[in-house]
């Protein structure tokens, strides 16, 4: 009868993990032992990964918002430097017509006089 004994202790042995075990109180998620249950533990590369993507996701939103705001500010800039340029021709195309030029030729007080006869073609 020893021998009956012995193996039937040895048949349905399985551990037994205590309810307590089990669950996750918020008790053990305040104090941070949340982080040593096996549920926990198991999942840890996947959270990992997780962390990484949603760092990797943060960064990448950060950067685009930046490459956005300096693309706005260099078309407003281009705006105001092509508005400038536009100004700036018509004031060059206002002063080369040869009536200002005369008018500023005389108020400069030069000397120089508007030449009359037209020019001759040399043979």
């Known amino acids: 009868m020893s021998i009956l004994n012995n193996t039937e202790e040895f048949v349905d042995v399985q551990p037994e993990i205590s309810q307590e075990k089990k669950k ?5 998620f305040l104090s941070g ?3 040593t249950h096996e549920t926990i533990t198991a ?3 996947y959270l990992l990964f997780l962390v ?3 760092v990797i996701y943060i960064t990448n939103n950060y950067y685009n918002n930046k490459l956005i705001r300096e693309e706005q500010k260099i078309k407003k800039e ?3 430097l ?3 340029s536009i ?3 018509a004031q060059y195309m206002s002063i080369s017509r040869q009536s200002a030029v005369v008018n500023m030729v005389k108020e400069k007080g030069l000397g120089l006089e508007e030449n009359t006869t037209p020019p001759k073609k040399i043979e």
């Open 24 to 28: 996750v109180r918020v008790k053990d």
């Open 33 to 35: 032992k949340i982080l």
């Open 43 to 45: 999942q840890m590369p």
């Open 52 to 54: 990484i993507l949603a």
């Open 78 to 80: 281009v705006k105001n």
């Open 82 to 84: 092509r508005a400038e």
């Open 87 to 89: 100004t700036t021709a």
